[in-house]
């Protein structure tokens, strides 16, 4: 059985929805990993904060805070890459959502086209059988009403 141009648009559309919901999947895999890298961080930066008062507090020379100064510009750095990552990643999703959105709207308007076009085939059909059945009913009426006659 040949498809309708509405079945294979459908089906089109079907298989770009199934490609944008297998990318946002990898891409919400992504952003739970860049959230476990962020949350890391900010406990790295956390134990910086906190080694460095220590040593404020030790009064230690000032070549070690230098050090520490720098490991945590490091890890301001790295939370400012990460954030950089995490917009593109969402605007990727946003993309992606609306492709999913478009996607979804075409399958579902082509699949209601195929189906009106199903209805408009069995209304059709059955007219025709009820023609041809009218049409037997007709002639066997008029085969009694001459035989009778």
Do not use: C
């Amino acid at each position: 059985m040949s498809l309708s141009p509405h079945q294979i648009l459908a089906r089109l559309a079907e298989n770009e929805r199934t490609k944008a919901q297998e990318a946002l999947a990898v891409l919400g895999r992504q952003r739970q990993f860049l959230q476990k890298r962020r949350g890391e961080v900010d406990i790295s930066m956390q134990q910086l904060i906190a080694q460095r008062d220590t040593t404020l507090e030790a009064g230690t020379e000032a070549s070690t805070l230098l050090m520490m100064e720098t490991a945590m510009h490091e890890q301001q750095s790295y939370l400012l890459q990460i954030e950089s990552e995490m917009n593109e990643l969402h605007e990727s999703e946003a993309a992606l959502i609306r492709d999913w959105v478009a996607a979804t709207q075409k399958h579902d308007s082509h699949d209601k086209m195929q189906q009106t076009l199903d209805k408009k085939v069995l209304r059709a059909h059955e007219t025709r059988q009820q023609k041809q059945m009218d049409d037997v009913f007709a002639a066997k009426y008029v085969r009694e009403r001459s035989s009778h006659e």
